[in-house]
């Protein structure tokens, strides 16, 4: 098979696009040929900090296609569906060997580019808005990183879900418009504008009663900051690379509460993979739209990596083999 891999850590660079060896299939799991790979935000920073698991390493959580191969102790899957599966590597990759416990299968006639983009990323902004964030019809909702996976996520099932008023960040005006016909009410240049007075003016002086924050560092304490009476904030993620010091105190006035997210921990209950499975049926419907940007051949991952870094993007970056 073909594979974007690297041998030491650093910045995009480091993926060569090489042959590797074909995966072998688990007893309990399935190999696909790989359609579409939908990079996470988490791939950018295991290829820039994570350990390698293996060396060559193959990155990536999450990847989609059609099954080729299924192990003797799986019964729900065969050969020829289409799946969309999460792992914690080797997406970037023209073949994957993945837990049968790890896939969703795709519903007929929906697109797999798409479908590979929805585990992880739906999954977590639905977790951090009513899971850990216990948002409620007609509260406010502020996103960090609008445009990012997530941000686009959490915009539209916030919206769906009956928010009162919807904010979001992003590096630019421009950026924040597209964000507009999916949900957003007003968006906050975080270039140019204080986030903390934005929100609160756009709250009436309130505050938000829902953040989710992918970006950590010091947008964290910016983010609860920004947070109304018994205001939640559900941290995901570090996207800003820089350490989180927060002043813990600063919640306890407000009744405010912080809560650590990561979809991971729970991957393997049924709890999260109904849900994830619901999402990529709901998608399907057409009950919110998955906002590919850009789509990159395989052989140019490390093109695909430096345009994520570059934070241009609004939406998903796809790489197909």
Known sequence: MKAAVYYENGGPEVLKYEDMPDPQCHPKGVVIAVEAIAIEGGDTLSRWRGPLATKPHVVGYQAAGTIVEVGPEVEHLKV????????NFGS???MRAVAA???????DGFDVKKAAAIPVTFGTADDCLFEFGRMKKGETVLIQAGASGVGVAAIQLAKRAGAGLILATASSDERLEKLKRLGLDHGINYT???????ARRLTDNKGVD???DSVGGPTLQGSINALAYRGRVSMVGAAGREPMVVDVGSLMGGNRSLSGVFLGAEMNTDRVHNNIQRLIDEAARG?????????FPLSE????HAYIESRAAVGRVVMVP
């Open 80 to 87: 020829g569906q289409k799946v969309a599966t999460v792992m």
């Open 92 to 94: 970037h990759a023209s």
């Open 101 to 107: 416990r790890n896939c969703w299968v795709i519903p």
């Open 192 to 198: 140019r504008d204080d986030v903390v007075k934005e």
């Open 210 to 212: 829902v953040i989710v």
């Open 287 to 295: 009950e919110f739209e998955v906002v590919i940007d850009r789509v």
């Open 301 to 304: 991952a490390a093109a695909a």
